[in-house]
Each structure stands twice: as structure tokens, then as C-alpha cells.
């Protein structure tokens, strides 16, 4: 079978980037290095630095480099082979490319093989980098974790995900990876994280929290972000990898970028290891004069470096010598073309042995991160190797056959595990059975309180209940141990002052406070409940990220909380797709928040966030207006990540996914009179009301109990839909509406997400069924009557105008659609149409149409 693919399909073809590659297959390096090139006998197989070590892994493990090396072949062959799998015997009828990346995978096959089945502990996390999900699944499968039939499933559904997958995969991945640079961020995070959870629930088995990443990668700004942050220094148990590889997607990185690498971390307190060159090239070196060899290939750009892939003989030796100093082309006179293809591509980061010591080194620092570059070759063992345009590129069926049989297999037995009579196939028994992990819950067996009972007597904004709800949370004795806040520098700001006064801000160590503050205690120690970040939006998310899974990589279930002033959700919104699309589970306030921030302007005015929070998977939006609501909702999202998306008996819960991720409340800083929500309450009772609020919407104002007379009237009825801090003029303009004899219903939508998702739910029967849909329970009960509709936001109009369309009426939605500009909040409503006057104005449009 061929692959499926349009004539004009963009992939380089397997003949054009291989037609000059030269990378020989590891067993088949060449016999005639110079005698002082060769291995020395008394390293046979033998990590240096790695003590020698039995097969049997559990006690006191050893590893044996030959039967590691057995266990790569395998690995590389596999990884290759379930992406070929997918390209060339996938009918997938679309035309379009499945792809998979064959080249990025065997760059990291020796470090992936070191790790998984010399280095790691069952404790031990790992993120992978993307592109190398291949050889993560080869692996897993090779430990007995995944089943054979799903070797042929890469990109198909239900099958491997291209890119590992917490939520998706079918083996069980440690951290989702796919948008560079978020992935090798989240084990730091991790680390974290498990710092504070061993210092305030008691020390748990020490987990190494590994990344495998690209060397590209380190091009994008949330790496440095998460480096730099205070509170990410000295985390000893972390270990980054970079695949040192020197190429990008597009491209070969140009010039030489160590330097500045090594200097970035240095500078940040990490300790930086390198394993750069293989053992042929380290016993060269050692050659009299062979030190001038090192001079030149530490000295010699990417670019020529990299190009000596696809030459051979004579030309390799004239390119290699190219601008070499004097002294280099003598010393590697005697070495015969083809072996000097082998000598100069020699990198450490396929030498397990130089691997496991350098793992080994890592390790050694307890005090700090390490990064470890490990030079390798994209494509290594495989005829793209070390080709600029290789990134996506695919073997042919001949480049296949051959590997397949260069590994010692054929058709019946290439998707074979390691035989479990040879020497590899019991280590890969020993280590799966030394990999097995205890089991996790997400559940946390803490009943949190359906409200704290936050008592308001004046007006008060969303953003000060908020910070008066967690204080009376940390009061709670069984709640408060498990909360945990976190901000990027706007912890005060945003209210968390009072929490961080009870709890304390984290430190791993007891720090001096030099300015006593009557207002705020600024108590740092181990005790502490806020970990406070520098101002970065992405670390925020991230960290939320790995505090919501805590239970999973340090096997305790936490209540995270952070808060963010809400139009910078945008700048750390993939790291919060991140932690979502990863499963975790987090409150975060967005605050404050709209135009109500009013003198602040427009670069602190946030417009779609709330079409952002409704539109992220995995999220449930919530935008309350009214104290005691907020504190339902609060109470009642703490509740759910507790329950860690089980049910009572701890099964995994099947709710709608939407439900049963993190919680984002929209919040302001506008002080807000409660007492029409109190008469709402009296109206409804308080067990009607709160199952209301929690399912997105109410009738705030009833204008026909309000105004008998209207109904009396037969009067024409509109609703006002507001939502969060914009219903003070809603209201106002329900009553002005009266006054002209028009019966204006208000209905305060507290959760536009579950409003929607509800309305969406009903479609998705009817489309699915072919059936009529009907109104979905809560928007019937909150709206009742079918009359037009007017929606007022304190935020993009779009995010409510499609309720007109779930209840079947004409609409007009109202909101902000510019950029903001300082004012005062009358002012900035006006501006906007968000006054009474507009509304009451809308409403007659909406009844006219
Ligand atoms: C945020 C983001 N931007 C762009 C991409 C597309 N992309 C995928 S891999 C890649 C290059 C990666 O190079 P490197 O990290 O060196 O990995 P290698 O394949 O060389 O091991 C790019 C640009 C992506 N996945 N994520
Ligand atoms: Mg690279």
C-alpha cells in the first residue's frame, strides 16, 4: 500500500532528503577507525561513572549498555514503524497528510531509552517532548502498558494522540505536551508544587521531575518566564533535556546558541551539564594533538556542522576541513573518508553510557535545576538523518524494509515485543515491574460547605466578597489545610490580602520580614497557604495547572486558587488552555475586570474574556453579580474539584466534560446595592435561588410581581438579560420601562457558560436524534414567558447575543465592542450604551422587531 497523499503535497519526499544522507546504522560502524579511536576494551559495555550493576533492576540495579543498546534498536525501530504505519497503511479517504515525525523521535531515542529503562524511578515524571510521542509509546508498549493493536493507531481516532496526551492517550502520560516550551515548563511547575505539598502534608517518596525538550523550544518566552521566577528557584529534583539536535522546524538554528543557552540558565541559578560528544570522538580527542580536533568542531557553525549529513568521502573530509585551523587536516589524515563520516557525527546524546553519567550528574545537584544539553541528530539511525528539511519527513516502504531488517526482524515478528528469553526482554520486564506506580486519586474527602454565609449590609463588589469568601473558607477546618492561592503579583490587589494574612505566604524556608505592616503580614516560611509569582500570566496558568493535579504527581488533592487582573487572562491563556486541556482543576478569579475599572483605561479594561471563558473546553465561566451568589458559587466549585470528577463511590464522574474542569469567575471592583438580589431571595427562597444561580440565570426582577398592574394590563413584556457588574442599570431601566407600561423581566445570568452548555445540550439531541430541541430547563425557568430579549455585558456584546436565538425571540445585544479609554464608570457606560437610557431604548427596538 502507498501512502495517500495530493501529487502537490508539501512533505519533502523520502528520495529527495535522502538521496546523499549518510548516517550508517549504529552496528554497522566501520571496523577501521584508527586504533586510538576505537573503544577502549576496558570500557566494553559499561556506563563510565554508572556503577556496574546486575539485570535485576530492584536490587541494587545495574544496567548493562549492551543489552540497553539491544533495547534502543527496538525503540527506534518502533517509534519509526507506528508513524509509517499511519502514513503508508492508513486508508484514511480525506486526502489529507496523516504525518508524524520520524526524524524528531529518533533524536531522542538513547536519551528515552536511558531514562526509561536505566534511569527513572516510579515516582519520576517525565514530559515528552512532543514530536517524540512515537518513542514514548514504543516504550510504554515495550513496559507492557499499552497493547499492541494500538501500534497502527497514530493520528487515528480514538488511537495514539500525535502529540502525548494526559486526557487522550491510552497510556498513561505524565504531562500533555504539543504547544513548545508550555510542556518542558509544567515538571518545574510540578516540582514546585511538590515542594509545598511535602512541606505542608509531610515529606512523600522524592520524585525527579524530568522534561525532554527541543532545542527550539528554548525560543519561546514562557521558558524563561518559568526559569527566572522566584518561586521556581532551587528545586533540585528537576532535570530538563534538551534534545541538542540544532534543528528547528524549518531550518538548521543558525550560528552556535550554547553560549547564550548556558549563560540564560547559569545566570538563573541552574546547574548546566552537557553531553556532547560520543565516545569515538572523546578517545580521538585523546590522541596527542587531538584536543585541536574538539577546537574545531566547538568552533564550527550549525550550518557546516550540519551539512556534512548529506555529503560523503572525499567531499565530507573537503567541507569538514573547510576553515579549519592548521594542524586539524593532518590529524585526521589517516582516518578513511567513510569512518571520518562516523567520527565527526559521533555526539554524546547517543552514547548511553555518556547519557546515564550525565543523568547521574544531574542528579548530584540537590540544591538547583538542571538542564542537560544532549548533542544528538535528528533522523539518528535513519537514512534522513541530520537533513534540514528532515522535520517531516517520511522513510520510504524500501527505507523501512531495510530497518526492519537491519533490527533483526521481518513481517511477522515487527511489532514483537523484546523476546523475554534474551537478556533485553527480562531487563524490560525487571523495569516495568520497577516502574509501577501506586495508585492516585483526584478525590479529596473534605466536604466543602455549600456557602460560608458572607453577610453584606451595604454595597460591596464581586472582587471583595471573593477575598471575604476565602477567609471565612480558611476558617474551615477541614477545608483550609487543602486552599492554596497564588497571583502574579497582584495578590493585594485582587483581595487575597485577608487569606494571606490567616495562612501566610509559602517559602520553603522561614524568611526575615523587614517591614512590619499593620494592614498586611507578609509572613513567609514553610507554613505559608499563597505562593506568590513574578508578574508573568503564563506561570499563574501554569501553575494552576500542576496545582489542580497535584493528587496525581504528588498524590494530594489541593483546592487551588489564583487570581489575575482579568484582561490579562489573554496573556497566560495558552498556559491556561494548557492546564486545562491537561484535566486540572482550579478556581481563578479574573479581576477586576470591564469597563468598570474605569479610570484604569484601556489597556486594563478586559472585553472577551467572557467569550474566552465560554469557549474554553474544560472551563466552567461564572460572572455574578451579587455577594451571596458568588459565595454559592464559590462554595460550590471548591465542592466539585474536591470531588475530583468522581462520584461518591470515587468512580471517575461521566458529567458533561464542560462541568468538570477549572472554575473562572469574572469579577469587579464596582461596589454593587444587594438588596435587589435579598428581595429575589425572599421571592424565591434561598434552596430555589441557589439552584438557580448555579445553573447560570435567574429572574432577578419579576416585573409582574413588581408591577401587578402591568400584568393586569396585558402590558408587552421584555427581558433584560444582564450579567456581573452592568445590572445596577438593568434594573434601572426595568423600572423606567414601567413607567412606560412595558412589563421588563431582569434576569441576571450568573454563569453564561452553563446557560449556554445547556441550550447546546438540548441542540445536540435534536441534531443527533433528529428531533425538535427543546428550551432547556434553565433558561425556561429563569425566562418563563416568551418575550424579546435585550442582553447587557459589561464585555464583547457577541458573548450573550445567542440567547435571543436559544429562546426563539428577537434580541438586542448590548455590550462593549472598543477598546476602552479612562473615565469614570457612568462615563465609560455611556460611552458603551450601557446606561439605563440605552437599554430602555433596546428594549423597544427588541420589541419592534
Ligand atoms: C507554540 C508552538 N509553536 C509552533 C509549533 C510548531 N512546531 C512544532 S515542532 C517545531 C520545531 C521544534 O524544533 P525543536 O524544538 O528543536 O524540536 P526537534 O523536532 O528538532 O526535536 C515547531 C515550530 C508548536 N508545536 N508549538
Ligand atoms: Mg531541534
Not at 190 to 203: L, S
Not at 366 to 376: M, Q
Not at 412 to 422: C, M, N, Q
Not at 668 to 691: H, I, K, N, Y
Amino acid at each position: 500500500m502507498t501512502r495517500r497523499a495530493p501529487a502537490d503535497a508539501p512533505t519533502p519526499t523520502v528520495a529527495a532528503v535522502t538521496a546523499d544522507a549518510r548516517q550508517p546504522w549504529l552496528d554497522a560502524l566501520p571496523e577501521t577507525l584508527p586504533a586510538e579511536a576505537a573503544p577502549s576494551p576496558a570500557t566494553p559495555s559499561q556506563a563510565p561513572g554508572v556503577p556496574a550493576r546486575s539485570l535485576d533492576p530492584d536490587a541494587e540495579p545495574g544496567v548493562d549498555l549492551d543489552v540497553l543498546d539491544d533495547v534502543q534498536r527496538r525503540v527506534l525501530w518502533l517509534a519509526t514503524r507506528i508513524v509509517d504505519a499511519a502514513n503508508r497503511e492508513r486508508q484514511t479517504g480525506d486526502g489529507v497528510k496523516v504525518g508524524g515525525h520520524q526524524a524528531s523521535s529518533a533524536s531522542l531515542v538513547t536519551v528515552m531509552t536511558a531514562l526509561y529503562f536505566a534511569h527513572l524511578d516510579a515516582p519520576d515524571r517525565v514530559s515528552v517532548k512532543p514530536h517524540a510521542s512515537p518513542v514514548f509509546h514504543a516504550i510504554q508498549y515495550l513496559l507492557g502498558r499499552l497493547d499492541r493493536g494500538y501500534l497502527t493507531t497514530l493520528r487515528a481516532r480514538g488511537g495514539l494522540q500525535s502529540y502525548p496526551s494526559r486526557t487522550k492517550d491510552p497510556d498513561e502520560v505524565d504531562f500533555s505536551t504539543g504547544s513548545v516550551g508550555l510542556g518542558p515548563a509544567a515538571p518545574l511547575f510540578a516540582a514546585a508544587v511538590r515542594r509545598y505539598v511535602d512541606a505542608h502534608f509531610g515529606e512523600r517518596p522524592a520524585s525527579r521531575f524530568v522534561a525532554l525538550l527541543g532545542d527550539a523550544e528554548l525560543d519561546e518566552g514562557n521558558i524563561w518566564e518559568a526559569v527566572a521566577d522566584p518561586a521556581l528557584q532551587g528545586l533540585g529534583k528537576v532535570t530538563w533535556v534538551v534534545d541538542f539536535n540544532r534543528q528547528s522546524l524549518d531550518r538548521v538554528v543558525p550560528g552556535i546558541r550554547i553560549d547564550q543557552w548556558r549563560a540564560s540558565f547559569e545566570a538563573n541559578g541552574w546547574h548546566v551539564a552537557e553531553v556532547k560528544y560520543g565516545r569515538r570522538l572523546q578517545a580521538f580527542f585523546s590522541r596527542p594533538g587531538g584536543e585541536a580536533l574538539r577546537g574545531w568542531i566547538d568552533a564550527m557553525p550549525n550550518e557546516q556542522y550540519q551539512s556534512l549529513f548529506a555529503l560523503a568521502g572525499a567531499e565530507l573530509r573537503q567541507r569538514f576541513l573547510d576553515g579549519a585551523p592548521d594542524g586539524v587536516e593532518a590529524l585526521v589524515a589517516d582516518v578513511a573518508d567513510d569512518d571520518l563520516a562516523v567520527l565527526v557525527t559521533d555526539l554524546g546524546g547517543h552514547d548511553l553510557g555518556a547519557v546515564l553519567e550525565a543523568l547521574a550528574a544531574c542528579d548530584a545537584e540537590t540544591d538547583r535545576p538542571s538542564v542537560l544539553f544532549a548533542y544528538t541528530v535528528k533522523g539518528w539511525g535513519l537514512p534522513i538523518a541530520g537533513n534540514p528539511r528532515n522535520h517531516s519527513a517520511l522513510l520510504s516502504g524500501d527505507q523501512v524494509d531495510a530497518l526492519r531488517e537491519r533490527t533483526g526482524l521481518d513481517a511477522g515478528t515487527e511489532w514483537d515485543r523484546l523476546d523475554p528469553a534474551t537478556p533485553a526482554g527480562q531487563w524490560v520486564e525487571r523495569r516495568a515491574r520497577h516502574l509501577t506506580r501506586e495508585p492516585r486519586t483526584p478525590r479529596l474527602e473534605v466536604v466543602v460547605p455549600d456557602a460560608t454565609g458572607v453577610k453584606v449590609s451595604k454595597p460591596v463588589s464581586t472582587q471583595e466578597v471573593f477575598g471575604r469568601v476565602l477567609v471565612d473558607l480558611s476558617r474551615d477546618a477541614a477545608v483550609a489545610p487543602h486552599l492554596v492561592t497564588t497571583a502574579p503579583d497582584v495578590a493585594t490587589s485582587t483581595n487575597l490580602a485577608g487569606f494571606i494574612n490567616r495562612t501566610g505566604v509559602f517559602s520553603p524556608a522561614e524568611r526575615r520580614s523587614w517591614n512590619a505592616d499593620p494592614v498586611l503580614k507578609w509572613a513567609e516560611g514553610p507554613t505559608g497557604q499563597h505562593i506568590e509569582l513574578g508578574i508573568s500570566e503564563m506561570n499563574l496558568f501554569l501553575l494552576l495547572g500542576q496545582l489542580g493535579l497535584s493528587w496525581d504527581h504528588s498524590g494530594q488533592p489541593l483546592l487551588p486558587v489564583g487570581t489575575v487582573y482579568d484582561p490579562f487572562v489573554c496573556r497566560g491563556l495558552d498556559a491556561f488552555i494548557y492546564g486545562t486541556y491537561s484535566g486540572s482543576r482550579f478556581l481563578v478569579a479574573g479581576t477586576p475586570s470591564g469597563v468598570t475599572l474605569a479610570p484604569e483605561g484601556g489597556a486594563h479594561q478586559s472585553t472577551i474574556t467572557a467569550s474566552i471563558g465560554l469557549e474554553l473546553p474544560g472551563v466552567t465561566f461564572m460572572e455574578p453579580a451579587y455577594a451571596t451568589a458568588l459565595d454559592w458559587l464559590m462554595c460550590d466549585a471548591l465542592g466539585r474539584i474536591a470531588a475530583g470528577g468522581t462520584d461518591a463511590a470515587g468512580r471517575a464522574r461521566t458529567a458533561a466534560p464542560h462541568d468538570d474542569g477549572a472554575y473562572y469567575v469574572r469579577l469587579s471592583t464596582r461596589p454593587v446595592d444587594q438588596a435587589p438580589f435579598e428581595a429575589a431571595r425572599a421571592r424565591l427562597g434561598d434552596a430555589v435561588l441557589r439552584r438557580q444561580v448555579l445553573a447560570g440565570a435567574y429572574r432577578l426582577v419579576d416585573a409582574h410581581a413588581a408591577h401587578p398592574e402591568l400584568a393586569e394590563q396585558n402590558a408587552p413584556v421584555v427581558h433584560l438579560v444582564g450579567s456581573g457588574a452592568v445590572l445596577p442599570e438593568v434594573i434601572a431601566s426595568a423600572q423606567e420601562l414601567a413607567e412606560e407600561g412595558i412589563a421588563a423581566h431582569v434576569v441576571d445570568v450568573t454563569s453564561l457558560d452553563r446557560l449556554y452548555s445547556a441550550w447546546q445540550r438540548t441542540l445536540r439531541q435534536g441534531v443527533r436524534t433528529a428531533t425538535a430541541p427543546s428550551v432547556p430547563g434553565a433558561l425556561r425557568t429563569a425566562f418563563g414567558d416568551r418575550a424579546p430579549v435585550v442582553t447587557v455585558h459589561d464585555a464583547a456584546s457577541h458573548a450573550m447575543a445567542w440567547v435571543g436565538s436559544a429562546l426563539g425571540v428577537p434580541a438586542v445585544p448590548l455590550g462593549v465592542d472598543e477598546f476602552g479609554q479612562s473615565g469614570t464608570v457612568h462615563d465609560l457606560y455611556g460611552l458603551h450604551d450601557l446606561l439605563p437610557g440605552s437599554i430602555t431604548n433596546a428594549a423597544l427596538a427588541a420589541l419592534s422587531l
